[in-house]
């Protein structure tokens, strides 16, 4: 995980970094106390109470960035029914910009859990399953009039068996721009689940979407190449 995380026992510095607490508060909390116990005691209470707060507010940007991807995937279904090219593309780079904040928030959350001893609780928890793929060879085939077995006595016969596969044609790249439209839905609906804090799935997760996107497009262009729309 591509994170601020320190090696080792956290330094000063590194808090102040993460953790909006002052140099007052993480030097008493180190123990720069001597026979203050009472003293040392009140601000490890203190600077416990600034990390668990600062650990609600890392959760609620996660679960904004989930929220955030729900509501992309429900737009993304909508453009790519409207075939609105620029839009889906506006809103895969808007995801990729979710994450990345993300990212740095969950490198933040596992500095404070560092810090609270919480690090074996996180640790239990899955990881998302691998995000699955498609490729242009699970789709629907498109029938084609120069196929192995076909056979034309002249041009019009050609003519003839083109007309006969139009339906054919149509409904295969309607199956086959659908497949990919609700494949692309469906991973960003996943990534969404997870509130991109797991950081490998979320860059599987949109990695795959912009493939999924990169073959929606592809799609478009041969079913315009065959029917002319």
């Given at each position: 995980m591509d994170s601020r995380l320190p090696v080792g026992r956290p330094r000063i510095e590194d808090l102040l970094e993460a953790v909006p607490i002052t140099v007052a508060d993480l030097r008493g909390a180190v123990g720069l106390?001597?026979?203050?116990?009472?003293?040392?005691l009140r601000a490890s209470i203190k600077t416990a109470e600034r990390a668990f707060a600062e650990l609600n507010v890392c959760d609620s940007v996660i679960d904004e960035a989930g929220a955030r991807g729900e509501d992309a995937a429900g737009r993304l279904r909508q453009l790519l029914t409207r075939e609105a090219r620029q839009e889906v593309l506006a809103e895969l780079t808007a995801l990729d910009v979710i994450a990345r904040e993300v990212r740095q928030t969950v490198a933040t959350l596992h500095l404070l859990n560092r810090i609270l001893d919480r690090e074996s609780a996180v640790e239990d928890d899955a990881s998302p399953a691998d995000v699955s793929r498609l490729?242009?060879?699970d789709l629907r085939v498109v029938p084609?009039?120069?196929g192995d077995d076909a056979e034309y006595v002249d041009l019009l016969a050609m003519a003839n068996r083109g007309t006969e596969l139009a339906p054919q044609l149509e409904e295969a790249h309607r199956e086959r721009l659908s497949a990919v439209a609700e494949h692309l839905v469906a991973v960003v609906q996943r990534a969404a689940k997870t509130g991109f804090a797991d950081e490998r799935f979320a860059q599987e997760a949109l990695r795959e979407a912009r493939a999924a996107h990169?073959?929606?497009?592809?799609?478009?262009?041969?079913?315009?190449?065959?029917?002319?729309?």
């Amino acid at each position: 995980m591509d994170s601020r995380l320190p090696v080792g026992r956290p330094r000063i510095e590194d808090l102040l970094e993460a953790v909006p607490i002052t140099v007052a508060d993480l030097r008493g909390a180190v123990g720069l106390f001597e026979e203050d116990t009472a003293g040392m005691l009140r601000a490890s209470i203190k600077t416990a109470e600034r990390a668990f707060a600062e650990l609600n507010v890392c959760d609620s940007v996660i679960d904004e960035a989930g929220a955030r991807g729900e509501d992309a995937a429900g737009r993304l279904r909508q453009l790519l029914t409207r075939e609105a090219r620029q839009e889906v593309l506006a809103e895969l780079t808007a995801l990729d910009v979710i994450a990345r904040e993300v990212r740095q928030t969950v490198a933040t959350l596992h500095l404070l859990n560092r810090i609270l001893d919480r690090e074996s609780a996180v640790e239990d928890d899955a990881s998302p399953a691998d995000v699955s793929r498609l490729r242009e060879t699970d789709l629907r085939v498109v029938p084609s009039t120069y196929g192995d077995d076909a056979e034309y006595v002249d041009l019009l016969a050609m003519a003839n068996r083109g007309t006969e596969l139009a339906p054919q044609l149509e409904e295969a790249h309607r199956e086959r721009l659908s497949a990919v439209a609700e494949h692309l839905v469906a991973v960003v609906q996943r990534a969404a689940k997870t509130g991109f804090a797991d950081e490998r799935f979320a860059q599987e997760a949109l990695r795959e979407a912009r493939a999924a996107h990169a073959l929606w497009l592809r799609c478009l262009e041969q079913r315009q190449h065959d029917l002319g729309k």
